[in-house]
């Protein structure tokens, strides 16, 4: 597997606001599990946050005078302040560029191996807004995102991963399977296709053919597990139903208080690779854990 065994450095983005609160006490609780370093990157683009277009600036008056504090200057301090409680290596950085793209690139420089931001909440719509920045980097960046949803209380106890049974998805299951050996509870989730043809059936038989497919992919999943992880399958329980994976896998979750769901970023072909995409983007919206989403390795 390509990607470390454990990733010893891990790099939040974050905006230093309250809804980041949750993405930062999670980032912390994995650095000082894994014994990690923590780099910290705030992003903002100056020219949009701090200038006043159009407005007059009288050089003579005090009250224009420039700042006296650079806002990159300021914004490290505040980030500084943010963490000065916590017992990790820590190294902050302030980047002037857009926050996906400046997360990834500075993970590329400093090498962490897991990207860990956060969402927010649409108070009217109550779903979750995975915003601008999560979605491009669970796009775009070459490496595990963490999409922080729920407060911290401990370490994962339960952890359930989505599978299509392909070689990136196989991939994301030995990661997990890795990072994450304490999770007490681990679920190994596959959803099936039903074909039209059994569905068309009547009652007995359709029902006959309909435990022959549960069967089936009862034994695939359960005979995946040993493949991809051997020895290390034991503690995985192979969970399958028919249907798609965002209605399973949030069914799931609330059904079975999962805390962390993990999914491949592609699956078997093209075409599945932008059907998960959207899957990808509308489990960030609604599948209401902790979703950690694996690109394929090179």
């Known amino acids: 597997m390509p990607f470390p065994a454990r990733p010893k450095a891990l790099l939040l983005a974050t905006d230093l606001s309250a809804r980041s609160d949750r993405a930062q006490a999670r980032a912390v609780q994995l650095a000082l599990q894994w014994q990690a370093r923590l780099d910290v990157v705030v992003s903002h683009q100056e020219e949009g946050l701090f200038s006043k ?4 600036v009288d050089p003579e008056s005090p009250a224009d005078a420039p700042a006296p504090e650079s806002p990159s200057g300021y914004i490290k301090r505040m980030a500084t302040q943010a963490f000065a409680d916590v017992d990790v290596p820590l190294t902050i950085h302030v980047a002037a560029d857009a926050p996906g793209p400046a997360a990834a690139r500075i993970a590329q420089e400093t090498g962490c191996g897991l990207i860990i931001t956060g969402t927010s909440r649409s108070d009217v719509a109550m779903r979750m807004d995975p915003g601008s920045t999560l979605q491009w980097l669970v796009r775009h960046a070459k490496r595990p995102v963490l ?3 729920d407060r911290v209380r401990q370490q994962y106890q339960r952890m359930t991963l989505a599978t299509d049974f392909s070689a990136p998805a196989t991939q994301a299951l030995q990661l997990a399977n890795a990072w994450f050996p304490e999770t007490a509870q681990r679920t190994l989730l596959h959803g099936y296709d ?3 043809a059994v569905l068309s059936l009547n009652d007995a038989p359709r029902a006959e053919a309909l435990k022959v497919l549960y069967a089936e992919a009862l034994q695939q999943a359960q005979a995946h597990l040993v493949q991809a992880l051997g020895a ?3 503690p995985w329980t192979a969970c ?7 209605r399973l896998l949030r069914e799931h979750a609330r059904s079975n208080a999962t805390e962390l769901t993990v999914i491949a970023s592609h699956g078997r072909s093209p075409l599945r690779d932008r059907l998960l995409g959207s899957v990808a983007g509308r489990l960030l919206e609604t599948v209401g854990t902790d979703l950690l989403v694996v690109p394929p390795t090179p």
Request: charged content about 0%.
């Open 53 to 56: 277009a159009n407005a007059y």
């Open 232 to 234: 290390g399958a034991a």
């Open 147 to 149: 999409a922080v949803h």
């Open 194 to 196: 039903v074909p039209l």
């Open 240 to 246: 399958v139903q028919a249907g798609g994976p965002v």
